[in-house]
Each structure stands twice: as structure tokens, then as C-alpha cells.
């Protein structure tokens, strides 16, 4: 079974740091494309940023790019997100998302590609 199981997140203070993890099993990790999405309250989720660890391609929404950056360990399955200069804006529930599919970049972080989800993880951020 495809399982994601993302973690490490909490409270920070508007300017700190996280960094969020993604362990996946039960599939081949690098035919996949791995996303990360986030929901605020009474807001829909959005994409955050995506990988192709396959060949390393990478896409970030507009509101994180400078600040956020995905990697990925393919020896232990793991996408990571870097989350730097946190703002308050960016509180919000956090998954990691699997898509059977290497997406095309205009693709990456749009909801409806992506086949497997994992439980969420709170980020708060605090001005």
C-alpha cells in the first residue's frame, strides 16, 4: 500500500524555520512526482511546491519561491520542505501528495494530479 506520512510541524515565529519531511513507502519513489499543498482555514488547498526526484526538476507557487525549498533523499525515500522567513500567512495544514505520474511543470502543483495524500501537519506561524 502507498503510504505518506508527513511531519515536523508546529509553531514558529513570523522570520524562523521549519522543515517538513514526507516519508514514503510502498511504491517506487522516483517514478513518482511528490508534492506538498497546503490548506488555511476556509480556504482551499493550494500547492505549495512539487519534485520529480527522477530528475531532480522542481516547482514552487509564487507566494514561497526565495524562501521554501523541496529535496528529496531517494535512499531513504523522503521529500523534504525547507521552510525559511516563515510568515504568518503561511499557517496552514501541510500534506505531502504522490502522483503515479513524472508531471509535466505547468502541472506540478495542481491539486487534481496528484492519486495518494497523507495526513496533514499544522504549521502555525505566529506575527
Known amino acids: 500500500d502507498v503510504q505518506l506520512q508527513a511531519s515536523g510541524g508546529g509553531f514558529v515565529q513570523a522570520g524562523g524555520s521549519l522543515r517538513l519531511s514526507c516519508a514514503a513507502s510502498g511504491f517506487t519513489f522516483e517514478d513518482y512526482t511528490i508534492g506538498w499543498f497546503r490548506q488555511a482555514p476556509g480556504k482551499e488547498r493550494e500547492g505549495v511546491s512539487s519534485?520529480?526526484?527522477?530528475?531532480?526538476?522542481?516547482v514552487y507557487a509564487d507566494s514561497v519561491k526565495g524562501r521554501f525549498t523541496i529535496s528529496s533523499d531517494n535512499a531513504k525515500s523522503t521529500v523534504y520542505l525547507q521552510m525559511n522567513n516563515l510568515k504568518p500567512e503561511d499557517t496552514a495544514v501541510y500534506y505531502c501528495a504522490a502522483s503515479t505520474r513524472l508531471l509535466i511543470r505547468q502541472r506540478m502543483l495542481s491539486t487534481t494530479r496528484y492519486d495518494y495524500w497523507g495526513p496533514g501537519t499544522q504549521v502555525t506561524v505566529s506575527s
Open positions: 519534485t520529480r526526484s527522477s530528475d531532480g526538476t522542481t
